[in-house]
């Protein structure tokens, strides 16, 4: 799992995912046409994608969010989905859905549960824990609005 935020795409290649996605061009590979989703669904960094390849690094960070870390763990939580690994991720995404979340950002809600635990990964060095971050997306479902 931790790989999948490791293999990083480039500025470069992110902005040719990004001009095939507005062009509505169909995607060889399940992964890009994921991130190309999320990158069509964030219309609110639209005017960043349109320039990704040359821009500083001080441009890709607005409101405080940086936009392709946030776009990395939208794919990260899709990539979850699609291979339901864990399958913790779809029954949460399910019953913040029913509880009238939109899926967008349930998708949100999940990935800061991800990154919480991705966070405590890169600060102690230890592995990524898995049954933590099910354990908070137990919470997450069986938690009342």
């Given amino acids: 799992m931790l ?5 990083e795409l480039s500025r470069s ?3 040719d995912i990004w001009i095939q996605a507005k062009a509505g061009e169909p995607f060889d590979d399940e992964e890009k046409e ?3 989703k999320a990158m069509l669904e964030h219309s ?10 040359h821009i500083k690094d001080s441009e890709i960070v607005e409101n405080g969010v940086h ?17 339901n690994t864990p399958p913790e991720v779809q029954k949460t995404l399910n019953a913040l859905v029913k509880r ?29 824990n898995n ?15």
């Fill in 131 to 145: 049954i933590a971050y099910k354990r908070h997306l137990e919470k997450m479902i069986i938690k009342k609005r």
């Fill in 3 to 7: 790989n999948q935020i490791s293999k």
């Fill in 100 to 128: 009238g979340t939109s899926r967008h950002e349930a998708i949100h809600a999940i990935a800061n549960e991800f990154a919480m635990e991705l966070h405590k990964t890169l600060q102690t060095g230890r592995p990524f």
């Fill in 67 to 83: 936009t392709l870390l946030h776009i990395s763990m939208h794919t990260v939580i899709e990539n979850q989905l699609a291979q």
């Fill in 44 to 53: 609110e960094y639209h005017h960043i994608w349109d320039k990704l390849n």
């Fill in 13 to 15: 290649q992110m902005h």
């Fill in 34 to 36: 994921r991130i190309a």
